[in-house]
């Protein structure tokens, strides 16, 4: 038997309409199972769940008492104590000193009173610079000025022929000028006493005492026409080679 047709059921003018449709309810669909979330849910046992309680420490309300303190009571007062006194005094005139024009007033004659004037002692070293009277290197002549510009020149000369000056390139030194400064004293009996010495080197340093302690024996200087002594201080210049 043949299915019946109406003719006016006709489907054709509205087939767009329905596949906008149906396209809109599919991607829906799509769109709510893409973002549809699930959540795990775990159920423990509800027997073993401890709940722990706050405890709640309740503070007292506290109060600052300033406590003050009573002023100190005042010193009592001293006792002043009356004294009779029976004693007669005796008062005392003193006579005036005031002279007259008619009053004689001899004068008498005193010698003359020599002031003795104490030398100071002269303990303390003086440097070369001040020295008034510089001590005497052997064999120097002529003034003050040339006698201390002598000894300065035989010192040097006698550094310059005794010294080493190969041990400083030996010690591996940088490159340069090297210094050692010595100080010595020359003692009132003109020997060479107390060296000291300072430079880049302890060996340069004991080459230096060694060299200033073979100084001869000189004339000691003299402050005040008295022999003293004498502090010097003697740089030495070595140079370093590549």
Same mark, same amino acid.
């Given at each position: 038997?043949?299915?019946?047709?109406?003719?006016?059921?006709?489907?054709?003018? *509205?087939?767009?309409?329905?596949?906008?449709?149906?396209?809109?309810?599919?991607?829906?669909?799509?769109?709510?199972?893409?973002?549809?979330?699930?959540?795990?849910?775990?159920?423990?046992?509800?027997?073993?769940?401890?709940?722990?309680?706050?405890?709640?420490?309740?503070?007292? $309300?506290?109060?600052?008492?300033?406590? $003050?303190?009573?002023?100190?009571?005042?010193?009592?007062?001293?006792?002043?104590?009356?004294?009779?006194?029976?004693?007669?005094?005796?008062?005392?005139?003193?006579? /005036?000193?005031?002279?007259?024009?008619?009053?004689?007033?001899?004068?008498?004659?005193?010698?003359?009173?020599?002031?003795?004037?104490?030398?100071?002692?002269?303990?303390?070293?003086?440097?070369?610079?001040?020295? =008034?009277?510089?001590?005497?290197?052997?064999?120097?002549?002529?003034?003050?000025?040339?006698?201390?510009?002598?000894?300065?020149?035989?010192?040097?000369?006698?550094?310059?022929?005794?010294?080493?000056?190969?041990?400083?390139?030996?010690?591996?030194?940088?490159?340069?000028?090297?210094?050692?400064?010595?100080?010595?004293?020359?003692?009132?009996?003109? =020997?060479?006493?107390?060296?000291?010495?300072?430079?880049?080197?302890?060996?340069?340093?004991?080459?230096?005492? &060694?060299?200033?302690?073979?100084?001869? &024996?000189?004339?000691?200087?003299?402050? &005040?026409?008295?022999?003293?002594?004498? /502090? *010097?201080?003697?740089?030495?210049?070595?140079?370093?080679?590549?």
């Amino acid at each position: 038997m043949l299915a019946k047709k109406s003719h006016k059921a006709r489907l054709s003018p *509205y087939r767009k309409l329905f596949f906008q449709l149906g396209l809109i309810l599919t991607l829906t669909l799509i769109y709510v199972a893409l973002e549809w979330k699930t959540v795990d849910r775990n159920v423990s046992n509800l027997d073993q769940v401890s709940i722990q309680t706050e405890e709640f420490i309740e503070i007292p $309300v506290t109060q600052r008492i300033l406590e $003050v303190k009573p002023p100190p009571p005042p010193p009592a007062p001293e006792k002043i104590e009356i004294v009779t006194n029976d004693e007669e005094i005796i008062e005392t005139v003193l006579e /005036s000193t005031e002279t007259d024009e008619t009053e004689f007033i001899e004068v008498k004659e005193y010698e003359e009173i020599e002031e003795i004037i104490e030398e100071e002692e002269l303990e303390k070293d003086i440097p070369f610079a001040i020295i =008034e009277e510089a001590p005497v290197y052997p064999g120097c002549k002529g003034n003050k000025e040339e006698l201390k510009q002598c000894l300065q020149d035989q010192i040097n000369k006698h550094v310059l022929k005794n010294f080493k000056t190969e041990l400083a390139q030996e010690l591996g030194l940088t490159v340069g000028k090297k210094k050692v400064y010595v100080q010595f004293k020359i003692d009132k009996t003109g =020997e060479i006493v107390n060296i000291r010495a300072r430079g880049p080197h302890a060996r340069l340093e004991k080459e230096a005492i &060694r060299v200033v302690d073979m100084l001869p &024996r000189m004339t000691p200087g003299r402050q &005040r026409t008295k022999p003293v002594g004498v /502090s *010097y201080t003697l740089p030495i210049t070595l140079q370093v080679l590549e």
